[in-house]
């Protein structure tokens, strides 16, 4: 089954594990130690990403280790584009709102004085 990268960031173990590798490949050993986890809910959350084509395993000889295919993450990068395009224009006009709001409002302060 081909899952898309949404399912891999949904999860915060995942993350973690996408930053643990992100920098350097790590063996599934490694990569188990910094959760409190058994490792084979390790291995099912880097099968998980791997299904997502942000992580590949490479073998050398007995060790498996874990490298981050980021570039999957642009996916992300370019849906939440739209969203925050959408935000900026909404905030904008909420602080041209109220900055119009405060003005009224010293005007009504100050004409009762």
Not at 15 to 44: C, G, Q, T, W
Not at 58 to 68: I, K, M, N, T
Request: hydrophobic letters at 40%.
């Amino acid at each position: 089954m081909r899952r898309d990268v949404f399912q891999a960031i949904a999860d915060p173990t995942r993350r973690e594990i996408i930053n643990l590798i992100a920098y350097e490949s790590m063996n599934l050993n490694a990569v188990s130690d910094h959760f409190n986890i058994s490792r084979p809910a390790i291995s099912k959350h880097v099968k998980i990403l791997m299904e997502c084509g942000l992580v590949v395993i490479r073998q050398e000889g007995r060790e498996r280790y874990c490298e981050a295919q980021l570039h999957k993450l642009k996916e992300v990068v370019n849906w939440a584009e739209t969203y925050r395009a959408f935000w900026t224009k909404k905030l904008d006009a909420l602080e041209d709102f109220l900055a119009k709001e405060k003005l009224a409002k010293e005007k009504r302060v100050s004409k009762r004085k």
